[in-house]
């Protein structure tokens, strides 16, 4: 059974068609990429599974029940958690309270009752070393870190409160090729923990490295829905880069 299911979603902004008839499927240790230019409908796609905003049309199922999520704290509720490009992290705050921000544990009763310091920097420390991430010190100030090992931050916290389904938006997009083996290893390392993660790229490179199956998005339509088995890497990059369209635009362009 799948752990997320999309049936022919739609979702409409007054006369605007942001998505028409996407289907897709998230299964645990599977990791579903879903590819598309600018204005494609990624962002759209996200918003719907992170309960952001309600679909208009078709059936989204979580672990196989029909359900409409009506915000991303349902969502998190029912183990789908996102991790946005732009992250909320607070950069002056040290890791370890970036790692608990808003779900801080306390100790105490009473008017002694305080944040319980000790605990979170011991777990944030455990949590990041089991996910592969080595940092140097998690009392440095997350604004210290790199982008990758902001975005490794980010998906260790995610798994860390109980995420089942891992929805990741453009993670790599404004890494370096070093930096995004970083966020990719981590991604397949969830994939392995059983998670079901849904990777959004413009990259066919990063999704071929992890990727279990491809979903290509053209404004807001869906133009193709492929196993790894069922494409290769070339053929996903072309179809990504327009297919016939390109063909088409080359030989307009070709010298006489």
């Known amino acids: 059974m799948s752990l997320v299911e999309l049936a022919e979603v739609s979702k409409h902004y007054g006369n605007v068609r942001a998505l028409e008839g996407v289907s897709l499927t998230v299964g645990a240790g599977e990791v579903t990429c879903v590819l598309g230019d600018n204005g494609a409908g990624k962002s759209t796609l996200i918003?719907?599974?992170s309960g952001l905003h309600p679909h208009d049309g078709g059936v989204l199922r979580v672990d196989g029940e029909e359900t409409r999520l009506a915000s991303p704290r349902e969502a998190?509720?029912?183990?789908?958690?996102?991790v946005y490009q732009d992250l909320a992290v607070v950069p002056l705050m040290p890791v370890w309270r970036n790692f608990?921000?808003?779900s801080e544990p306390r100790k105490g009763k009473g008017p002694f009752r305080r944040l319980d310091v000790a605990?979170?920097?011991?777990?944030?420390w455990e949590k990041l070393r089991a996910m592969g991430i080595d940092l140097r010190d998690v009392d440095q100030p997350i604004g210290?870190?790199?982008?990758g090992e902001r975005q490794c931050v980010a998906i260790a916290r995610a798994v860390h409160f109980g995420a089942r389904v891992l929805v990741l938006d453009e993670p790599t997009a404004a890494l370096g090729v070093k930096q995004s083996g970083e966020v990719l290893r981590l991604v397949a390392r969830a994939r392995d923990e059983g998670l079901g993660v849904v990777f959004i790229t413009h990259n066919p490179h990063h999704a071929y490295l992890v990727g279990d199956r491809f979903v290509l998005l053209k404004r807001g339509t869906m133009v193709g829905n492929h196993a790894r088995d069922e494409?290769?890497?070339?053929?996903?990059?072309?179809q990504m880069a327009g297919g016939n369209e390109l063909d088409d635009l080359r030989h307009e362009l070709e010298r006489a």
């Open 47 to 49: 918003k719907i599974i």
């Open 76 to 82: 998190l509720d029912r183990g789908i958690a996102t």
């Open 100 to 102: 608990f921000l808003g």
């Open 119 to 124: 605990h979170m920097r011991r777990t944030t």
């Open 144 to 147: 210290t870190l790199s982008g």
């Open 231 to 238: 494409i290769t890497l070339d053929e996903l990059t072309r």
